[in-house]
């Protein structure tokens, strides 16, 4: 099993650049997770879906970032424009429903983005 | 406010010694808690969840409600423990990781 897929791995832009990431779950995963961690700090939710459906986006910045998940599988977070306090890492995460294991999170090795 | 505090950015143990990660949370009700462990080079990865009672890696982690502390502890560290770890308590789906501390395993 390949585990969540996170591409690009690494992006450099200029600030007021859009960028994109993208994340493909754990196959049969409903649940899906992006995380922003800064440097020497712990991930930080920005958004979970549930299927289609965006059940949590209290964190998310909604001036400038936005997120899709069409059919339920594949992701895309969005930064437009982007700012210099946006370089950080971007995790994906993925988890199963149900069950006793539905809380475990699988995660993707992350987008290094820095803007210059 | 829920908050997780985990007090030592850098914990430095001779390979062979006990270990033991301090966390502390602030929750309402009962979360479910887990500790996240992400070795160098690798992504991050579930080490425990404190419901299933399991020793995984030597690890175990005691709840102690009247506390609010979710501590980690292995008995005898071994240098292939060197890894930054993540206390995370878990309500409701929402899931909050704490800063993270970097252990660092002396040969």
């Known amino acids: 099993e390949a585990g969540v897929v996170q591409s690009p791995r690494y992006k450099i832009i200029e600030k007021k650049q859009p960028v994109a990431f993208w994340c493909n779950p754990i196959s049969g995963h409903n649940t899906l997770y992006w995380y922003l961690q800064n440097l020497g700090q712990g991930p930080e939710l920005l958004i979970r879906y549930e299927n289609e459906e965006a059940v949590d986006d209290s964190q998310l910045p909604k001036d400038r970032f936005s997120a899709e998940r069409l059919k339920g599988v594949d992701s895309t977070l969005k930064i437009q424009p982007a700012e210099l306090g946006d370089s950080a890492v971007y995790l994906c995460a993925s988890s199963p429903g149900g069950g006793g294991r539905r809380y475990e999170q699988f995660f993707g090795p992350g987008t290094r983005l820095t803007v210059l | 406010a829920q908050r997780v505090t985990q007090p030592e950015k850098l914990l430095s143990v001779f390979k062979g010694a006990p270990v033991e990660l301090k966390c502390n949370y602030s929750?309402?009700?009962?979360?479910?808690l887990f500790w996240y462990v992400q070795y160098s080079r690798q992504r991050l990865q579930l080490l425990l969840r404190h419901i299933s009672r399991e020793s995984i890696k030597g690890f175990t982690a005691d709840l102690n409600k009247g506390e609010t502390s979710f501590h980690l502890k292995k008995p005898f560290a071994q240098e292939e423990d060197s890894a930054m770890y993540y206390c995370a308590p878990n309500r409701d789906d929402k899931i909050i990781f704490g800063k993270g501390t970097r252990l660092h395993i002396l040969p």
């Open positions: 929750y309402s009700g009962s979360p479910e």
